[in-house]
């Protein structure tokens, strides 16, 4: 089973800059793919980015220019990077890992990231 755990959350001033980490336990393979969402109260979760183990990426259109998700395989650890943070940025960030076959999908408990304003 894998284990997913976030890090790195705290309190930003807008246009300042935040890096969240996800540590992730198990057996892990290179076919997994993982990424981040974020939710704020009331709303839906939404899609950030994904990153595969090869280092092909995917950004939310609202992140993209801003934030930067990267992966250290020997580490099994992936980060996202935020920059430019905006109050609309405020939410829990929780890690996803998704596993190809079977299409097994894994969350970690989540982060607070609070822009003020």
């Known amino acids: 089973q894998v284990q997913l755990v976030e890090s790195g959350g705290g309190l930003v001033q807008p246009g300042g800059s935040l890096r969240v980490s996800c540590a992730a336990s198990g057996r892990i393979f290179s076919s997994d793919v993982m990424g981040w969402y974020r939710q704020a109260p009331g709303e839906q979760r939404d899609f950030v980015a994904t990153?595969?183990?090869?280092?092909?990426?995917n950004y939310a259109g609202s992140v993209k220019g801003r934030f930067t998700i990267s992966r250290d395989n020997v580490k099994n650890t992936v980060y996202l990077q935020m920059n430019s943070l905006k109050p609309g940025d405020t939410a829990v960030y929780y890690c996803?890992?998704?596993?190809?076959?079977?299409?097994?999908?894994?969350w970690g408990q989540g982060t607070q990231v609070t822009v003020s304003s």
């Open positions: 996803w890992l998704h596993r190809t076959w079977g299409y097994q999908n894994f």
């Open positions: 990153i595969t183990s090869d280092g092909d990426t």
